[in-house]
């Protein structure tokens, strides 16, 4: 017989991060919104969601590497959203912010979400944050739930 193992969105008893960038904070802040609703929505206590603001989405994987090592958080949102612009800024920041959290949550073992949108311009982008494509920041916070209950019942969970 075939085990499968799956994470479910059970959030009573889990803490979670959330590293929210300030830039384009009109948009940032729907994330964060989301992100918020679907942990409530689960039964995630507010008392145990901690929000840490950073500048842009380039110093998100630095701050969410720091609280996935406090050990006290069960999965940690990295939300952000990057516009690109006429330089190539934009492809710059994006690659490093995805590969850092990437790395993060490799290094630590701890579920860091790609939470940052991506988007040619602002209106893409308030589509991912809650208007025609649903809300980035909701979906993050639902593969937080799911991860941080799949990796307490892999072999090697602490609990």
Request: aromatic share 6%; proline share 3%; glycine share 12%.
């Amino acid at each position: 017989m075939v085990q499968t193992i799956q994470g479910s969105y059970h959030g009573k008893g889990l803490r979670f991060g959330i590293v929210l960038s300030r830039f384009n904070e009109f948009v940032a802040g729907r994330l964060l919104e989301g992100a918020l609703d679907a942990l409530r929505r689960h039964e995630v206590e507010d008392s145990d969601i901690t929000v840490v603001r950073v500048p842009g989405s380039w110093e998100i994987p630095l701050a969410a590497k720091r609280l996935a090592e406090s050990g006290n958080h069960d999965a940690v949102l990295c939300l952000g959203v990057l516009i690109r612009g006429q330089t190539p800024h934009f492809d710059y920041i994006a690659a490093e912010a995805a590969k850092g959290v990437a790395h993060a949550s490799m290094e630590t073992g701890v579920p860091l979400l790609f939470g940052i949108v991506t988007a040619e311009n602002l209106e893409q982008a308030i589509d991912r944050a809650g208007a025609k494509s649903g809300n980035k920041g909701f979906d993050a916070a639902l593969a937080g739930l799911e991860m941080a209950n799949l990796l307490r019942q892999l072999p090697g969970a602490a609990g």
